[in-house]
Structure formats: C-alpha cells, structure tokens
C-alpha cells in the first residue's frame, strides 16, 4: 500500500513515463579543452549558498518509509548543504523538522491551502516562527489526481502515524467523493479548491515569506505568476500524480523561461534521476531542480544514511559530469550544451 502511494502517477501514468523519458530522449553535446580542474556546483537561492542546484521536493508521510521521517530528510538536507520543502501533510510537527534541519541554508514550507483560512493562517505564522525561509504553494492540486493503487489498496495512513500539521482542524462530515483512498477524502474535504490569483494579496497579508508557486505548467501562468509578484516559480506536474497526460515538466521549461525572463527563479521537477538529467534541465532554462521519489527510496532502506546516499551519489554525477561537459560552473551550462531531443522511434 505505501510503495503504491509513492511509486504511483495520476490515472494510465502516462505523464509519469513521460517526466523520464523527456530527460532520456535529450544528448549532451560536450566542450572540451575548458579547465575543469576545479568544479562549482553551487548556486545561490534567494540570497542563500546551497552546495549544488538540486532540492528536496515536498512529498508527504514521510513516516510512512522510515520511522525518522521528515527528521532524517531534514537531517540528511542539512548534512548536505541543500534545501528541503517541508509538506504541509507530513507525519512530523513542522517546528521539529526545522530543528532537525538546523544548518540547512534554505528549508520551504510547502503550503496546502486548507478552507479554513484562520488555520492555514496560523499554519504560516508556526512555520515563519520555525525558522522556514520561504513558501512553496501548491497549485496544481485543487482536487488529488486519480491515483489508481491508492482506490485498489484503500489507502490509509497506518496509526499512530497522522498529519501533525492538521491537528487541531475541525473534522468534516462525508466529502461527497466516492475516492477509497482515505487521503483523498481527507484532502476533498479540507483543501481548498477555489483558489485564484487574488489569493496570492491574501498571502502577503499573513506571511512576509518569499512566496514560490509550485505546479506551473502553462507559460501563460508562469506570465501572471510574476505579474502577481511571486518570488520564484516551480515548473511541475507534481510528479505525474496529477493531471494524466500533462506535459513533461521539463519540456516547460524553455517556453517558461521565454515569458518570464530571468524576473524569477525556475525551478523544475518531474523524473530527475542522474547528474547528467540535472545538467539537462539547467541547460534548458532551469536554476535548479527539485529531486523527489528518490529520496523515498533512500529513506526506507536507511534513513538519513540512505538520503545522504542519495544526495551524494547525484552531487558526485554532476560533479563528473559538469567536468566532462565542459562546463566548470552552473553559468557555463548553457543552451548549447544540448542537442534536441532525439526522434522517438
Ligand atoms: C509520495 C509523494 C508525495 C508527495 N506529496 C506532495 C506534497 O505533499 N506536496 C506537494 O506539493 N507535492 C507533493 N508531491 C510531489 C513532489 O513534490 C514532486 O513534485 C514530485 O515528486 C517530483 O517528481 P519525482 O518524484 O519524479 O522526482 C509528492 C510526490 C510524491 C511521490
Ligand atoms: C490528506 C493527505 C494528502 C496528501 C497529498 C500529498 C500529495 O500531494 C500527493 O501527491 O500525494
């Protein structure tokens, strides 16, 4: 049941084929005689120095895989010198997974907009006071995708596992939804359906916090989005869990860069698995990327040791990658460095 709640995408998973086989189908087409010597992997993200382009992507339950949870990704974030997005639906109170993720340069709350706006209000000032830097929104989630593992398996989070964030919401009666997976019922009836640019305002009235929009798939979006002054923008189709036969969030990404120039950082995520992928969508227009089943798989087989492994074993591809790319720093992967996607056979 839980391997099917990670693993799986929204309906016949043709997206999430897809998120993979955008990064396959893409060359690399290298310089040579460039000193490579020395390799940079690091950018700088709202201000802050994160030791290479790649983030932890917010995915919740994390309990669900390894009894540290949030704690040890958090841990292993912080260890590593990256970012972690933190859900609003995970399996440890948000305050104790900014402590465990003290020295990370950069953590994000991910925000959930529940109905009841005083609590998600008060959800924002307990994040701001944890010490979170910056909001990532989730737009892309006015309703959960169809996700067809969850209806066979009749998900339920397993007790005492529960949402820590959500304690204290008035519970509410039947949703309406004939989903069997309890999350989707939980998430019909509590998550916000109706929300609208306007509701950017109304987030800079409760929270001073950079605001990253998460789910930008459309260029036309990604255009209003900094017309409403957001502060960063994440091209994603939510792992392919969302709307089946959305595009590969990395095919966005030049369309995306073209509407909003360089007024906001990209972020991207979606079927990120190797150095050269994170190569790939950097060269595409991207500042960074977000890493998310991955770093599941790494927590069940061994906790933060088993994240760390995980991020380390991507720094250290980038690394050689970079180096064989002729490229000894993030500005030097460039367009250029790609060849179109290859011809689907
Ligand atoms: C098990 C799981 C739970 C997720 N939970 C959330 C969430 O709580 N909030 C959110 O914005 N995105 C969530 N996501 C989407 C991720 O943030 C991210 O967009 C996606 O996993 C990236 O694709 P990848 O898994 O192919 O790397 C979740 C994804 C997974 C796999
Ligand atoms: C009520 C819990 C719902 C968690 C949904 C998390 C998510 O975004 C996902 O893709 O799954």
Known sequence: MVYGYYSSGADSEATLQDNIQAFKRRRLLPRIMVDVSHV??????????????LLIAPMAMQQMAH???????????????????????????????????????????????????DFTAKLLRDAAEAGYKAL???????????????????????????????????????????SKSSISQVFTSQIDPGLSWEFIAWLRTVSNLPIFVKGVLNPADAHLAVQHSVDGIIVSNHGGRQLDFSPAAVDMVPAIRDAVGH????????GVRSGTDIIKAIALGADAVLLGRPVLWGLALEGQHGVAKVLETLRSELELSMALCGAPTLAHITPSLLMGPMPRL
């Open 40 to 53: 940079d992997t690091s950018i700088i993200l709202l201000g802050a120095k994160l030791a290479l382009p």
């Open 136 to 178: 990532m929104v989730t737009v892309d989630a006015p309703h959960l995708g169809y996700r067809q593992a969850d209806e066979r398996n009749e998900f339920s989070l397993p007790p005492p596992m529960g949402l820590r964030n959500l304690e204290g919401l008035q519970s509410k009666g039947p949703d309406g939804s004939r």
């Open 263 to 270: 007024r906001v950082p990209i972020l991207v995520d979606g």
């Open 67 to 117: 009894p540290d949870g949030e704690l040890a990704v958090a841990r292993a974030a912080a260890a590593a010198g990256t970012s972690m997005s933190v859900s609003t639906m995970a399996t440890y109170d948000l305050k104790d997974v900014a402590s465990a993720g003290t020295g990370s340069p950069l953590l994000f709350f991910q925000l959930y907009v529940i109905k009841d706006r």
